[in-house]
């Protein structure tokens, strides 16, 4: 759970203009892809200035990612297939 939130502050940080070098950006990117907890994970990061369009950090830029929300839906059809629509967990 630390290193997401640890990526989700650098992503709103990145994104809010907080006064991170872009050297800073590739070293939290560097760190999260190598944390041994995230060795399976599938991660893609593209961080862009766009004054400038300068790339900032980038890891697998070009992988293709099924958005978590993507699978929600999947997860959410297959319970109200399996369990039904009234089922409630105690």
Same mark, same amino acid.
């Given at each position: 759970?630390? +290193?997401?939130? =640890? ?5 709103? &940080? #990145?994104? &809010?203009?907080?006064?991170? %070098?872009?050297?800073?950006? +590739? *070293?939290?990117?560097? +760190?999260? !892809? @190598?944390?041994?907890?995230?060795? &399976? @994970?599938?991660?893609?990061?593209? !961080? $862009? ?6 790339? #900032? @950090? ?7 990612? #099924?958005?978590? =929300?993507?699978?929600? $839906?999947? %997860? %959410? @059809? =297959? !319970? ?5 629509? *009234?089922?409630?967990?105690?």
């Amino acid at each position: 759970m630390t +290193k997401l939130i =640890s990526g989700v502050f650098l992503f709103f &940080n #990145i994104l &809010n203009g907080y006064s991170q %070098t872009i050297q800073d950006v +590739k *070293n939290e990117v560097a +760190k999260l !892809a @190598a944390d041994d907890d995230l060795k &399976n @994970a599938s991660i893609s990061f593209f !961080a $862009l200035d766009l004054t400038t369009n300068q790339v #900032i @950090a980038g890891l697998s830029p070009d992988m293709s990612l #099924i958005p978590a =929300s993507t699978t929600k $839906l999947i %997860t %959410t @059809a =297959s !319970a109200l297939e399996i369990l039904g629509g *009234n089922t409630r967990f105690s």
